[in-house]
């Protein structure tokens, strides 16, 4: 889908790096200590009151702060529409009312950790800190969690029914869910990304938090161009056929794209989908960003903030690069995909282009 | 870029009714799945009156054909295939139809039933626990088997907004296709019944130990239930390129946050009211137009005071007919939107009001008397259907005949 008009107003995100106070952007690179990519959480105490911090578990409280941040950062806009995107949800509240049901056997329940487990608790919690009632969505839907919120912020600035849309994405790990994931074998692996030395992917956790506008500004971070979601590639197509069609609407060819920003985890049944679309990408800059931020339902969240904060800085973060080309980031193409379903890509520009 | 949103198909699973043409049988029989039948091992089930299908998980599957044996299937994505299968049935939609569809599902419990399970086996060892169980526990599970059932594989999303989920999911899929990214979207939502649900309720001080009273006076909570309510939404120029006969339309949506509690709704109910009036608006038709009203009415004093409240600042002296179905069919949760919604088409189809069933004595503060017995020969043009869920997540959604 070709978008008209849709910029990056407001931008925050709390993940393991340290991404909320930006010093990521300036080499503070965090080796985290814990067994995985915990997030750097912001002092709470500037910017929630104590009956709030004591109540709210961190995922709600890491959502609330970044809500905070991202409007603070689009001049205090009241957002139009509230829309946050979460694999897993709450799971610190859903393990605490399930553990106590059943050691307590379906007696002698309290509410609190049920009220806060439900998915919806986010963008509601946020709706309530700033009195805001516009729509309020909530979407979990595995690695579309995060993407088919932004599609329906999109949707509703292009079909003019909003201005300024807050879109979220927000998955917190604890432990048992880090042990269960392990026996999965699904994120937390031994293996790094190719030519990245000694980095291997680990589940992540983390918020990002976004005003995309209709309006520009002389703040904006970036925009959006063209944005397409693909749960499975047609039968009789590939990768690099949907790409091209995906350049092509956007009037532009590979060539064009300075740099890409890929998904990639570490784990060799994922990341051989990406290997035609690296070939195909040759000439581009190629980052990833899973080995510093973790894998989840919505680290392709994180891209996003990446992608918008080089394309604000033009500066690109060593850390992040796969392969070089030494070219300045005006085109972005965030590419995102999981064992070959899930394929999301977005073109992040500079605001001027 | 915009035009109508068309309804082709309706499918949909619960307590009084397998299938459409069940739920047309219970609702002219004015039956109720609400009783003390349990199938769900739970204490609380076994005291609390619910509204479940009374048919195990094995028994739900063996309907289903395609499914492999080795796989595990969360109940809401039993409910979901089973309702989804039927619209799509329904709407005459092919292979490459579907391919080409886009799969909006809602819940809010997702594969929970089976999550608890596992739970509980991991808490006498994180060695323990069947994986297989795990892995149905997120809400997006029962979309990507929805959609290997029914071929759908351009776009896959799910919403979970509590009880407000399926009539999320209807707006979601109607944007896709006003802006032409899909011709053809199958949507709405399941839930099964699960401890974590019935406890979670229970902890609210809001089920009910009798069958649910909605709009009465001395209305004493809501009775949980279980069930899938999908629908096959589609734009005109797909409707006119494969000749399909439309049911009716979907001509306003609205989706307001009360902004007031993460579970109670407001005094003056302002998220109902901004839901309903946002769909009433968006459908070009005015207060008047609207035929009957099928209100989320969930019996707690909360909601149907809240939910009166709002009403009344709508519609004032002209409310036209108001009816909750949940006393026929518990309250669904991220169903009960799409239940509802297909029971509004129903509606417009045969002409029908359905019954308030339970009701005695209106609530004084705002004299509320829903239409109590099934009404049929009746002109229903516009059906404006409410479902209101925890976290202020308010929607409506305006159902009209073609």
């Known amino acids: 889908m070709l978008i008209q008009n849709v910029y990056i107003n407001g931008l925050s995100g709390i993940s393991a790096q340290p991404t909320f106070d930006e010093t990521f952007l300036s080499g503070n690179i965090q080796e985290p200590t814990a067994a995985y990519k915990k997030g750097v959480e912001p002092d709470y105490k500037q910017y929630l009151n104590p009956t709030a911090s004591r109540r709210f578990s961190r995922l709600i409280k890491m959502s609330l702060v970044a809500a905070q941040k991202s409007i603070a950062m689009a001049d205090g806009v009241m957002p139009e529409a509230i829309i946050t995107g979460t694999g897993l949800g709450c799971l610190e509240d859903t393990e605490k009312f399930l553990g106590a049901l059943i050691e307590n056997h379906e007696s002698m329940l309290s509410p609190t950790a049920f009220i806060q487990s439900t998915h919806n608790t986010i963008s509601g919690q946020i709706a309530m800190m700033i009195t805001c009632y516009h729509p309020n969505y909530t979407y979990s839907n595995r690695y579309f969690s995060f993407e088919s919120s932004l599609l329906d912020g999109i949707l509703m600035l292009q079909d003019n029914s909003c201005k300024h849309v807050m879109v979220n994405a927000a998955d917190e790990v604890i432990p048992s869910v880090h042990t269960i994931i392990k026996r999965m074998r699904l994120w937390d692996r031994s293996e790094s990304i190719a030519q990245q030395a000694g980095m291997p992917v680990t589940i992540g956790e983390g918020v990002v938090s976004m005003i995309i506008s209709s309006e520009k500004k002389n703040s904006s971070l970036a925009q959006i161009k063209a944005y397409k979601l693909l749960y499975k590639l047609p039968a009789e197509s590939s990768i690099e056929a949907q790409l091209q069609l995906f350049l092509q609407e956007a009037s532009l060819s590979v060539t064009d794209i300075e740099v890409i920003l890929l998904g990639m985890n570490g784990d060799p049944s994922n990341d051989c989908y990406y290997e035609p679309v690296r070939t195909m990408f040759s000439d581009s800059t190629q980052l990833v960003y899973k080995h510093l931020f973790g894998e989840s339902f919505t680290a392709s969240s994180f891209a996003y903030w990446l992608g918008a904060q080089f394309i604000r800085t033009q500066k690109i973060e060593p850390f992040c690069i796969l392969s070089d080309k030494q070219r300045a980031p005006k085109h972005i193409l965030v590419y995102n995909q999981f064992r070959g379903k899930y394929h999301s890509f977005c073109l992040l520009t500079d605001v001027e282009v | ?402």
């Open chain 2, 1 to 402: 870029m915009s035009s109508r949103v068309l309804i082709t198909g309706i499918g949909s699973v619960s307590s009084i009714g397998l299938t459409i043409q069940e739920l047309t049988d219970s609702i002219l029989k004015s039956d109720s799945g609400v009783s003390r039948k349990t199938r769900l091992d739970s204490i609380l089930a076994r005291s609390l009156p619910t509204a479940q299908i009374q048919l195990s998980d094995e028994q739900l599957k063996s309907r289903i054909p395609g499914l492999s044996c080795k796989n595990v299937y969360s109940r809401t994505a039993l409910l979901g295939m089973l309702a989804a299968s039927e619209a799509v049935a329904m709407a005459g939609l092919t292979q490459s139809n579907c391919k080409a569809a886009g799969l909006v599902n809602s819940t809010s419990a997702g594969g929970m039933d089976k999550g608890e399970f596992f739970y509980a086996d991991y808490l006498k060892s994180p060695t323990k626990g069947n994986l297989k169980f795990a892995q149905t526990h997120d809400c997006g599970d029962a979309a990507e088997q929805m959609a290997a059932l029914l071929h759908i594989e351009q776009y896959i999303t799910t919403i979970s907004t509590a009880c407000s989920s399926a009539a999320n999911a209807m707006m979601h899929g109607a944007r896709l296709i006003k802006a032409g990214l899909c011709d053809v979207v199958v949507a709405g939502g399941s839930d099964a019944i699960c401890k974590f649900t019935i406890n979670g309720f229970n902890s609210l001080m809001i089920l009910s130990e009798e069958p649910c009273k909605p709009f009465d006076k001395n209305r004493t909570g809501l009775n949980l239930g279980e069930a899938a309510g999908y629908f096959v939404l589609e734009s005109e120029a797909s409707v006119k390129r494969r000749g399909a006969k439309p049911l009716a339309v979907l001509s306003g949506y609205g989706n307001a946050c009360d902004a007031y509690h993460q579970t109670a709704s407001s005094p003056n109910g302002e998220g109902a009211y901004l839901a309903m009036m946002q769909a009433i608006n968006v459908s070009g038709y005015k207060p008047t137009e609207i035929d009957y009203i099928n209100a989320h009415g969930t019996g707690t004093q909360n909601n149907d005071m809240s939910e009166s409240v709002a009403l009344l600042r709508i519609f004032s002296e002209n409310l036209p007919p108001v009816s909750s179905t949940k006393a026929m069919t518990g309250h669904t949760l991220a169903a009960a939107g799409g239940i509802e919604a297909v029971m509004s088409v129903l509606a417009i189809q045969h002409g029908w009001i359905f019954p308030n069933k339970n009701f005695n004595d209106a609530i004084e503060e705002t004299g509320i008397v829903p239409v109590t017995e099934l009404q049929t020969n009746k002109t229903i043009k516009h059906i404006l259907s409410n479902s209101f869920g925890f976290g202020g997540n308010n929607s409506s959604l305006l159902i009209s005949a073609c």
